[in-house]
């Protein structure tokens, strides 16, 4: 009964859909449209009827009703409840209902909330949301139902692989997903902004907050997929350049640059088009992304569902999607007005500079992560990885640093370089003195150089526009670019350091044994069997210490699962302020002794602080935003009333 | 205003272009069978304990002793390896030298398996993390390779060993040998 509710909500909602869509386009055309007036009501109750049907899904795997195949497939009874929740959405077809009611609610909330821009823009942004909508809605009920149910009911279900049977995991795919998902409706405002020709700085301030929410989404899903990778696959590395990946880091170049063009638009009326490309393709990197995974056309160790049906289903919704913005974008695009000019020397222009880095970024991971899939064409299998990805990124990167420390001391419109020929220099003399130190002392890659050199360059700077401010007066919005600037300088570092300084040792090891491993000894005492819920494991128990100091008992685990049968090593971290230890137990060898692994980490936590961090000041600036928005239209609002009581008391 | 409209064009046709590409490659039977870079090329140094008591582990020097050899990649928790047990024992008695590496597998399954099947190794290496198979370029189970008596791999075949595929491999072998 439950599953057919949530069938039913889902062809409700997608029915809403398409009210939605038309109302949307013919108000877009005529504002005085009937359609029109149900068209934000159809939008909210599709956000509820999509909630509606995500949560019965969500009680399915609870109770794990294995009459429904999804369940069977991917839950197992003996799973701890955790686990079982998020098997709801650890799958193809759970994905893409967590998808379409992230899409769904998003679009429900402007629909409630957002009166500031024309009406007939917003009828066109939300039949531009209805649009996209009623595509997933349709690949969903017609070609991934999560609701079938299976006759007859097996005994028992097949479980979750056992690498997803993970806390991380649990989190770590809704938080993307409201990042990719949550760009829709940057899609949409640009389509309704363009449509209507209503490229304004206001369209540029109604969006940002979306913008930066999902921005903040893919900020914290990328972080915590890294550290899930880190200590959960046990390879001590914490980005592949995986396909996948790579399909999460593109829409967040986007949006990166997204936010800070929007913010241009937003102050200063300037780079309109540029605006709105980006709006475009921000979301449509999500939707690649999620082709690229889903049809499993690349192989990465992410590829869950392999089926070129459903990929050709994907492909062509994003043929018509993506498509079709780039055409009326290229139709629309001589009807924006040029905006507000700036000289070279000034904040728009470091910001332009910007800009073009994180796009070129986008372009270099785009082509790496396609390439093999244009020479397997031409009959030649490559594979991409680091050794393209790092120094042809770097090239883009590392000139985006130096702007991002300076960019944000000059003033809008012109600037002259005699104002902040000080605090450049200040920087200037940071990044040496800390290249200077690490060159004489280590012996490291020039890319690490660099990397060491710029953060402390970028971590000086990113305070700097703090200075000769009141502290206390200070907007949200700036202390959250300081913060987030001071989390990228922080990531880089911890890159930088982990890359130049890990010491990594394998080694074969009877109990008694001792290793060291940079600063670290480690004694392995002994190796015992211990069990869990739906596992069992040999665990290590291993003595450390740094630099001769107190010893810390590390427990790592070689996990056997049992449903469905499958290993995983559970590593074990011992953080410090300045780095982690990382123990991976292996398999013992045919004399009894044990394969340890350790590697010696220093700063690695940093590059996820620094992820924090960046997330952290987006969290701010939007906090800041909000807040001076609701501000000023009180202010608006108490103004209208106090001149519609002026104008009672002159016709009086 | 008017070449800006025809770089905006371009943008579309590169869409259109890489929508192309991926259903030209959606519409590609998805290829399992990757050849291996490594035939032509020595067997790269190994060396690997015993799978099962009663025969030797298997190490590089022993591929190089001169007599050409059968490297069959196998795992008890393989069923095609099931499945190709009669053409190997076929090959065997047809005079093949046959060596194997067992992949991810305990000695008892291994034990089990052989006492299902049948023997058809003269050594079987205990590969457990893969490294052998990764290091010739083998992308699945079953796999079988034939070297020569100086340690080269001079042919590759992916997938079980059907009825057909005993002369080729023979064949195979004599040429290694000659």
């Excluded at chain 1, 991976?584 to 002794?593: K, V, W, Y």
């Excluded at chain 2, 869409?15 to 259903?23: E, H, I, Q, S, V």
């Excluded at chain 2, 079988?144 to 590759?156: K, N, R, W």
């Amino acid at each position: 009964m439950i599953a057919e509710i949530g069938l039913a909500a889902l062809w409700l909602a997608a029915a809403l859909a398409v009210l939605e869509l038309l109302g949307g386009f013919l108000g877009a055309r005529d504002e005085n449209n009937e359609l029109t007036a149900l068209v934000r009501p159809a939008a909210v109750m599709q956000g509820v009827l999509c909630g509606v049907s995500f949560l019965a899904l969500v009680y399915l795997f609870a109770v794990t009703d294995l009459s429904v195949k999804l369940v069977a497939a991917n839950s197992h009874s003996m799973k701890p409840l955790a686990f079982k929740l998020s098997g709801a959405w650890a799958n193809h077809e759970g994905s893409m209902l967590l998808w379409i009611t992230v899409m769904a609610l998003a679009g429900g909330l402007i629909a409630f909330i957002e009166r500031r821009l024309p009406e007939k823009t917003m009828m066109a942004t939300l039949g531009t949301q209805a649009f996209v909508g009623l595509g997933f809605y349709l690949f969903i009920l017609l070609a991934s139902n999560p609701f079938e149910r299976l006759s007859p009911v097996p005994a028992d279900g097949n479980g979750l692989n056992p690498l997803l049977q993970d806390m991380g995991v649990s989190f770590h795919p809704p938080t993307l997903y409201i990042g990719y998902v949550g760009l829709s409706v940057a899609f949409s405002f640009a389509l309704g902004a363009l449509l209507t020709r209503q490229v304004t700085p206001e369209f540029a301030r109604v969006m940002r907050p979306w913008v930066l929410g999902s921005w903040i989404f893919l900020t914290i899903g990328i972080t915590a997929g890294s550290y899930w990778a880190y200590y959960e696959l046990g390879w001590g590395g914490w980005w592949f350049w995986d396909p996948v990946e790579n399909a999460s880091l593109m829409p967040w170049l986007a949006a990166t640059a997204l936010l800070h063009s929007a913010s241009v638009l937003a102050a200063r009326d300037a780079l309109r088009t540029w605006t709105i490309m980006l709006g475009v393709v921000a979301f449509s990197m999500s939707m690649v992304g999620t082709f690229l995974v889903r049809s499993g056309i690349l192989t990465s160790v992410h590829a869950f569902a392999v089926d070129p049906e459903r990929g050709s289903f994907i492909l062509a919704l994003l043929a018509l999607y993506i498509g079709g913005a780039l055409v009326v974008f290229a139709m629309r695009a001589n009807t924006i007005a040029e905006g507000q000019r700036f000289a070279l020397l000034s904040r728009e222009g470091a910001l332009v500079v910007n800009n073009v880095a994180l796009s070129a970024i986008l372009g270099i991971v785009l082509l790496g992560t396609l390439y093999p899939l244009l020479t397997e064409a031409f009959d030649v299998r490559v594979s991409v990885g680091p050794p393209y990805f790092n120094p042809v990124s770097a090239i883009f990167f590392l000139p985006m640093l130096v702007v991002l420390a300076v960019g944000p001391l000059l003033r809008w419109r012109t600037d002259n370089f005699a104002r902040i020929k000080w605090p450049v220099i200040a920087i200037g003399v940071a990044s040496l003195v800390a290249l200077a130190v690490v060159l004489v002392f280590f012996d490291t890659s020039v890319l690490s150089l660099l990397g060491m050199g710029l953060s402390i360059g970028v971590a000086v700077a990113s305070f700097l526009p703090l200075k000769g401010r009141a502290i206390r007066r200070v907007p949200l919005a700036v202390w959250g670019m300081c913060i987030a600037h001071f989390g990228v300088a922080l990531a880089l570092f911890g890159v930088a350091a982990d890359t130049a300084f890990q010491k990594e040792r394998l080694v074969a090891v009877s109990p008694g044994d001792t290793v060291e491993v940079g600063p670290w000894e480690a004694t392995l005492a002994s190796v015992s069997p211990v069990a869990g819920p739906n596992w069992t494991a040999m665990q290590g128990d291993i003595f450390v210490s740094y630099q001769g100091g107190e010893q810390t008992e590390t427990l790592p685990q070689a996990r056997s699962f049992w449903a469905p049968p499958g290993e995983t090593s559970e590593v074990a971290l011992v953080t410090r302020w300045n780095g982690q230890l990382y123990v991976a137990l292996g398999n013992m060898a045919e004399d009894g002794r044990w394969q340890l692994r350790l590697w010696w980490k220093p700063f690695v936590t940093w590059i996820w602080y620094g992820g924090l961090l960046i997330a952290l000041g987006g969290c701010l600036a939007l906090v800041g935003r909000v807040v001076s928005d609701l501000r000023r239209r009180k202010a608006e609002q108490r103004e209208e009333a106090m001149r519609t009581e002026e104008a009672e008391l002159a016709s009086a | 205003m008017k070449r800006l409209r025809y770089s905006l064009w371009i943008i579309v046709g590169l869409a259109a272009a890489l929508f192309g590409l991926f259903a030209y490659q959606l519409t590609q039977p998805k290829d399992e069978f990757v050849e291996s870079a490594m035939v032509g090329e020595p067997m790269p140094d190994f060396e690997l304990p015993p799978a099962v008591q009663d025969r030797p582990g298997l190490s590089r020097a022993d591929l190089a002793d001169g007599t050409p050899k059968l490297l069959n990649i196998f795992a008890s928790w393989c069923i095609p390896c099931a499945a190709e047990a009669p053409q190997l024992a076929a090959l065997e008695r047809r005079g093949a030298n046959i060596v194997g590496v067992a992949i991810r597998d305990r000695p008892e399954d291994v034990q089990r398996f052989l006492a299902i099947y049948g023997n058809p190794f003269s050594r079987i290496g205990r590969d457990d993390i893969s490294e052998v198979q990764l290091s010739i370029g083998s992308s699945g189970v079953p796999e079988t390779f034939v070297i020569d008596g100086s340690g080269t791999i001079t042919y590759q075949h992916i997938g079980d060993i059907r009825d057909r595929d005993v002369p080729t491999l023979l064949e195979e072998l004599r040429k290694a040998g000659g």
